[in-house]
């Protein structure tokens, strides 16, 4: 299609896609959005973990529980509030809420991995971004036995009907 032209933003930030202008947006969320005027789209869950480098972790101490989190450099995309709360599962699906303040506040998923793949902290990522710091021995899991709701990969674009044939 060599007349289409795409305009991307890319942000964290949940963006109103009909009152912003917007054609559609791809989402990672831990619940689908129930806006009525929305048409939502499911593609994949994605799993995110707690990783740090293990030079880090050598300097600053291995985590054996998630309590140790609030007394560690915590690497956040999550933009708004520089304190934040991290809501972890067990395997026996215990959990637990742990408030953390952010060294590093980024939208950027990737930025976020290369600093934590460059002993700056700990950082919930998605393990899909951090796959290449895994294989090449930069990033380890943390507390490998706890993690976060998985988040649901999906689309949402206004109602079908005046969907541009571009979008569709």
Known sequence: YPQIKVQMMVTNRRVDIINEGFDLALRV??????????VI???????QH???SQAYLNEFGELKTPEQLSEHRILSIAEEHTEQFLVLQNEEQHSKKIRVSPTVLGSDLSMIAQLAASNCGVALLPDNVVQKYIDGGELVRVLPNWKVAHGI????????????????
Do not use: C, T, W
């Open 153 to 168: 990969f999906h689309m949402v674009y206004p109602s079908r009907r005046g969907l541009l044939p571009a979008v569709r």
């Open 29 to 38: 969320r831990s619940s689908l959005d129930d806006d009525p005027n929305l």
């Open 41 to 47: 789209r499911q593609f994949d869950k994605i799993e």
């Open 50 to 52: 707690l990783f740090a």
